[in-house]
Structures are given as structure tokens and as C-alpha cells.
């Protein structure tokens, strides 16, 4: 892509696909903000996490978003990917913001870590761009989106103004709650939680045995410091999430163990 | 899985799939330490990062890895799957601990996040369960595994008599070298790097365009207490690794934006 501009470089991706009402949303909130390319991936790749196609092809194509301004991109790939091939194959400048999602589901908590909203915002971080993964606490297709889009483009336009802060990007959760009724907006840690999973089995035509995978999350922290708390009252959570994943307490309690010496 | 043993439970998988060289390496290294039962990709899983199945089926089936004693499974999902279907499906007490490897190619650096290897010691280690990942710097099918078995079964029996710090799973990477040349272990920090990518353009028959994904790591880190340069002076590397992936410090800075005033 080559550009002239000066305006500000927007790049856009998520992980429910190119033709998710969140993606749509998103640039809809943002895109008078800068110049806006979207790269998505071409079908569903929620719970990719951190993944990436290095045993397989990837293919991309130019895709028509229907929005006057906005190029758009689709490809095979997972969210990452689609980060990867932006910055390294379409685009021909450093964007000044990534913005991921809008997601339909919560990213709070340990979500963060499955997700691949959030992953596309990681590697943005990683590559040194601003970036920031939004998701809207309401997994229905038709879910209402208009509380996120204030809450997207009053983050997006403070990232371009104070960048984010080294090393880091913005998980953005947003409750499922009317604009009227959102409390504000609240800096948080990641709470602590896991899901509790469970593997429905079914039969395949045939006999064969299949799995499908269930879960519930399970909220352990009760600090009123966290996304979870946050969401549960009405408030946008923004936690910055970083990429060194290196606990630095914990070092000193490993030099403890005499690796080198008696077993 | 039944079992009324009092030896410790020993979970094993990987990303390289059931049948790789290290996973055979890494279960040969420890099988005497107590139970042993492999959970692991029917195929390569390489970079998958924490990558789960929630959008298509599972299927899983006894494995006969060959070996006295060790039950396995082999499963068509991705590592994290597997720790979960081990947990929530297989077993029926908790593992003593949880090891992951021994992978082809290095997970030091950033590769931490686009790891299927360390993406399972991480889900372990979310679920309590004390967990390690092991990879060697050589990428060959026919690695020399010899060092890797004496530092797998030196940190497995470490692990099983200390646990690993609170909220974190160990990533150990080992570096090319044979046995006697092994400088000793070290306790590190994740080195900052990232990798610059390209993707080479190819024809298919037909004429349709696809890309292969191939990179170059940058180590842009000049620390001497990283796992890069542990690796590169001949040191076993052992990083602990977090999933809480709040950037704590980061947090005054955020509340300093006014995100609930003027834009």
C-alpha cells in the first residue's frame, strides 16, 4: 500500500473475521481518525491465543469492506498473521495505532491469554506500535455495540495522543450495559481465574467418537482492583498487558534451588 | 484414568506431536520419577501458541507410545487441548507436575509466546499443577538429545521437591552443545526480541497466489542475564514465566490520561 498521507495510519484486524458486526463497528467509531487498512481474517479465529501458519499456506485478497476510505484486506490466517502480513507485506509505513476487535465476548481476566483479539494487540506492541484490543462483554451476533464505539474511539484517540506505555498494549473490556449506564472508565489488573472445563462426547454418523469442548469460568480473586470487578460494576476495564512474560520475583526464589549442584 | 499408585503423576506432552524424538527423550529421562501419562498432539503443533478448539471437534485415542508403564494418548488439538482434556477428561487425580518437550528448535526470547511447548506448562500452571517446558536450540529431526534428558530429569526432580514459584511454570531452553560442554544452569529473564518476518510469494498450479511465512529473530537485548545470552555462552536458560500479563507499572501512568474526562 503505498500512501501519501499524513494523516494518522489506523490498522484494524480482530478474530471473529472480516465480516463480524464488531469489526464493523470499530472502524465505523474510528475511521474519520486517520486513514484506516483493515487485514482480518477471512472466517472465525476465536481461542487462536498467540498463534501463527508456519506449517501451512496462507493466502490473502483484496476484500470490499463498503466503506468509503477504508482498505481491506483478507486472508487465511489467524489474528497474528494478519498483524505480520500488514506490517511486513501490505503496508509501506509503520501504522500509528492498532486497533483489534471489536470482540464479541470478554477478553477480561485469563481470556487474555486465549484470545486472539488480544494476541493481534500483542504483536502490534512487539512490532512497537500503539495497539489496543476492545471487546464488548455479549457474545450474540446482534449484540448492541453502541456503548463500545464511544468507548473505542475515546481510547483510540488518547493512544494517539500518549502512545501506550513501553513494552505494553490495552486490553479493553466494555460491559454489556446502555451508554447511559456505563459508570466510566477504570484502569485495572488482570484478575485471577481459569475455566473449569468439560468435553461433551458425542457419536459421528458411524461410531466414531467426538468432543467437543465446554467450560466455565471461574472468578478466584476478590480484589476490587481487577477487570472482572470492574466489568461486574458497570465500568469499561483497561488493563495494560505486557509481553515480558518473565515473573522477576520469582528468580530469586529459583537461585534458591541449586540447579547447578546436588540433585 | 484409574490408578491407586502413591508414586507422583507425571504429565507429559509437547507440540511437536506424539511421535517426535524429544517427547520420546524427555519421557525416557524421567519414566522411573513416578507415573507417567502422555497427552499430545497427533501431528505438529508448532507454534500454536495458546491456541484451543473451541470452534470444531476434538477427537482423542489411546496411543501405545511403546514404553512399559506409560499410558499416552494422542489428540487432534492443539497442546493447551491436551493439558486440558489430561485434567478434565483423562485423569482422575491431579498431575504432580507437568512437563512439556523436549521441543525441536528454541523457545527463548519471545518465542515464549508463539509456543505450543510453553503454552502448555502455562495452562498447567494455571491450573495448579507445577509445570515445565523444555526445548533444545537445534531444530534437526535428529537432535542430540543427550544433554536435554540429564537437564529434564535434573529439573523435573528439582520441581517435584520444590513446586515452582506461585504463578508461574518454568521455560528451560538448552542450548546446542554436547553434555560435557553444558556451562551450567542459569536462572534468567526473558531476552527482549522479536522476530522481523517475510513471506515469500508463490504460484499454484492454477495460478493462484499464497505465501510461505519465514522470519528472522532480532535479539535486541545487550543484557547479560537474559536467556539469549545464557543460550549463546553455553548455558542452560531457566526463565519463569508469569500469566498474569499485567504491566503493573504501567498502571499510574494510564490513570494519569484522564480517560473519563476531556478527549
Redesign the interface.
Known sequence: MTSESTRPLILVTNDDGITAPGIRNLVESIVDLGDVVVVAPDS?Q??????????N????SPHDFGMPGVQAYKTTG?P??CV??A???ILDRKPDVLVSGINHGSNAS?N???SGTM?AA?EGA??GIPSVGFSLCDFAEDADFSASRNVAR??T??VLK?GT????C?NVNIPKVAPEKLQ??K?C??G?G??????EE?EAPGG??????TGNFTDVDKGEDTDEWALKHGYVS??????????????T???Q?D??GE?
Do not use: C
Not at 499456506?57 to 490473502?60: D, F, N, S, Y
Not at 506505555?165 to 505494553?168: F, Q, W
Not at 481459569?194 to 468435553?199: G, I, Q, R, V, Y
Open positions: 472465525h476465536s481461542g487462536m491465543g498467540h498463534a501463527i501458519t508456519i506449517s499456506i496462507l493466502r490473502m489467524t497474528v498473521d505480520k502480513l506490517i511486513y507485506k485469563i487474555v491469554i486465549y494476541s500483542v512487539l512490532e475515546t481510547v484517540q488518547k500518549h506505555p513501553t513494552g505494553t490495552l466510566g472508565i484502569v489488573r488482570q485471577a481459569h475455566w473449569a472445563d468439560s468435553f458425542r466414531r467418537t467426538y468432543y467437543w469442548m483497561v488493563v495494560p498487558v505486557q509481553y515480558d512474560m518473565t515473573a522477576h520475583h520469582a528468580m526464589e529459583l537461585n534451588w540447579l547447578n540433585r
